[in-house]
């Protein structure tokens, strides 16, 4: 049993050496879908929700670079405001705010809970009193397995903060990235939508709370959502689509519990087996500024490929019958 064990561990530490060294050699096929025009997206204003951290912080760094007006929406204003001034530091080797000659483009910080509907309100209420257009909408913010817990307006949080708030937002949202078109929605879900079902009878979990089934619920909420809008949006010039980021090093896993013993262990296989956060943004990267998917909508979205969808997350009524309770859920329609 104690052999077993060892082995166990010395099977993981070797694969997490080899992994590690071949990063070092670049047998790990990385495929950067960065773009080397550094001024591609000049002129562009991208939102991006939880751009503070992980693939949102990720996101936003390489859009700044390609010279977008980049608005962090993000929850924590001091952590965002240290995020940015990390941003700009890296990017320009400066804190300094404005944009500078190299081409780099400009950092905002705006205080969005997602986790509130009076907040997406206020957030949605100031972004349209004070930016002229939104070109890219990247709903990015999410939260993973946390016990059970509820949102300002009594939702669910996983459901709350990964899809409500994020309809919302989007919804509110919807009227200028029209008068910006072409525009682009970007959704970022996870294939864990696999293990996920609309029970439409206890969207609030309080017949009973599985913490997994709520984030792939969660998840699956966002696809359906975004082929829902992409239908809602033909002809407009206004695209959305969906993506799976991958297994990416990031904050995510806060709620997960690791003795502490075995912390050293899970970094190591963490560090050598995850994507880096830039790896994994690059699906949401290529979502938000390639010319390739210029016109595509709806569709998902996989190391800046498209991919097949489980015939769940293809179903148009569960799609249509979710938008239309998400609209009473959160107060659009009464
Ligand atoms: N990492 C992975 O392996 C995978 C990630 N994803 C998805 O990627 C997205 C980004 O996650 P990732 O970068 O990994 O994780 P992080 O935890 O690093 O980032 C999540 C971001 O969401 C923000 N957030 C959480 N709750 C709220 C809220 N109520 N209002 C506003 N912002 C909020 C966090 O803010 P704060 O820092 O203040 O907590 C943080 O900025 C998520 O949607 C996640 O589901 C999908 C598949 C795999
Ligand atoms: C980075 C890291 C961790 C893992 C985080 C994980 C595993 C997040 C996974 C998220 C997934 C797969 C989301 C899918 O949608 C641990 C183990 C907590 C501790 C060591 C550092």
Sequence with gaps: MALAAAAAVLAALGGALWLAASRFVGLRAQRLHGSRDPSHMHGKTVLITGANSGLGRATAAELLRLGARVIMGCRDRARAEEAARQLRRELLGTGAAEPDARGVGELVVRELDLASLRSVRAFCHELLQEEPRLDVLINNAGIFQCPYMKTEDGFEMQFGVNH???????????????????????????????????????????????????????????????????????????????????????????????????????????????????????????????????????????????????????????????????????????
Excluded at 178 to 205: C, H, M, Q, T
Excluded at 207 to 212: D, I, M, V
Excluded at 241 to 263: D, E, F, Q, S
């Design 164 to 334: 409500l708030g994020h309809f919302l937002l989007t919804n509110l949202l919807l009227g200028l990235l029209k008068s910006s078109a072409p525009s682009r929605i970007v959704v970022v879900s996870s294939k864990l939508y696999k293990y996920g079902d609309i029970n439409f009878d206890d969207l609030n979990s309080e017949q009973s709370y599985n913490k997994s089934f709520c984030y792939s619920r969660s998840k699956l909420a966002n696809i359906l959502f975004t082929r829902e809008l992409a239908h809602r949006l033909e002809g407009t010039n206004v695209t959305v689509n969906v993506l799976h980021p991958g297994i990416v090093r990031t904050n995510l896993g806060r709620y997960i519990h690791i003795p502490l013993l075995a912390k050293p262990l899970f970094n190591l296989v963490s560090w050598a087996f995850f994507k880096t956060p830039l790896e994994g943004a690059q699906t949401s990267i290529y979502l938000a500024s390639s010319p390739e998917v210029e016109g595509v909508s709806g569709k998902y979205f996989g190391d800046c490929k498209e991919e097949e969808l489980l015939p769940k997350a293809m179903d148009e009524s569960v799609a249509r019958k979710l938008w239309d309770i998400s609209e009473v859920m959160v107060g659009i329609l009464k």
